[in-house]
């Protein structure tokens, strides 16, 4: 079964730093790009990042560039994010998502169930 | 502000037939693939339409979607009180580094 599992979330003051990680199971994790995508309470989808299954080519919305980091270990099967300099928009439930191909340009074909980060002092 | 532009509701009764609609622009819908997914209440998203109108195996055929420019819709056919979420397009953007835009979501209220 291809599952995705998320950790790390919690509760962090503004400028704090967090990373999550993503442990996944149930397939070639390194054929594959993976990506972060966000929701905030009560609020649609917003893609964070995204790198190659190779990890050589990374990709970030405008929201994070130069705060957030992300990375993968393949020989772990495990995606991580990064995350300094946090705000307080930067609350939301963070999903891992795996891309459908090896480049990100494609679907997210299985999803997580999420953890919460919540930025407040 | 989305990139991607859905309404914030739909709703239709039972057994009825609902699209929904996704604008976008030709550096994402109209040069890139759009996909539909669908958000359960409490639960993380999944993967209903891809590549404009491929369906995921387990997905029924009661879904369908559709894409002409710049525009695409998703289109539910006889209505089931389990098809109320919420649904998401999505789209490769190719401006400036390369990225993903979502829509705001569109909420589907079974009456």
């Known amino acids: 079964e291809v599952r995705l599992v998320e950790s790390g979330g919690g509760l962090v003051q503004p400028g704090g730093s967090l990373r999550l990680s993503c442990a996944a199971s149930g397939f070639t994790f390194s054929s594959y790009a993976m990506s972060w995508v966000r929701q905030a309470p009560g609020k649609g989808l917003e893609w964070v990042s995204a790198?190659?299954?190779?990890?050589?080519?990374?990709y970030y919305a405008d929201s994070v560039k130069g705060r957030f980091t992300v990375s993968r270990d393949n020989s772990k099967n495990t995606l991580y994010l990064q995350m300094n300099s946090l705000r307080a928009e930067d609350t939301a439930v963070y999903y891992c998502?795996?891309?459908?191909?090896?480049?990100?340009?494609?679907?997210?074909?299985?999803w997580g169930q999420g953890t919460m980060v919540t930025v407040s002092s | 502000q989305s990139v991607l532009t859905q309404p914030p509701s739909a709703s239709g009764t039972p057994g009825q037939r609902v699209t929904i609609s996704c604008s976008g622009s030709s550096s994402n819908i109209g040069n890139n693939y759009v996909y539909w997914y669908q958000q359960l209440p409490g639960t993380a998203p999944k993967l209903l339409i891809y590549?404009?109108?491929q369906r995921p195996s387990g997905v029924p055929d009661r879904f369908s979607g559709s894409k002409s420019g710049a525009s695409a819709s998703l289109a539910i056919s006889g209505l089931r009180s389990e098809d109320e979420a919420d649904y998401y397009c999505a789209a490769w953007d190719d401006s400036l580094s390369g990225l993903w835009v979502f829509g705001g979501g569109t909420k589907l209220t079974v009456l």
């Open positions: 790198i190659s299954g190779s990890g050589g080519s990374t």
């Open positions: 590549r404009n109108n």
């Open positions: 998502a795996k891309g459908a191909a090896f480049t990100p340009r494609d679907a997210f074909d299985i």
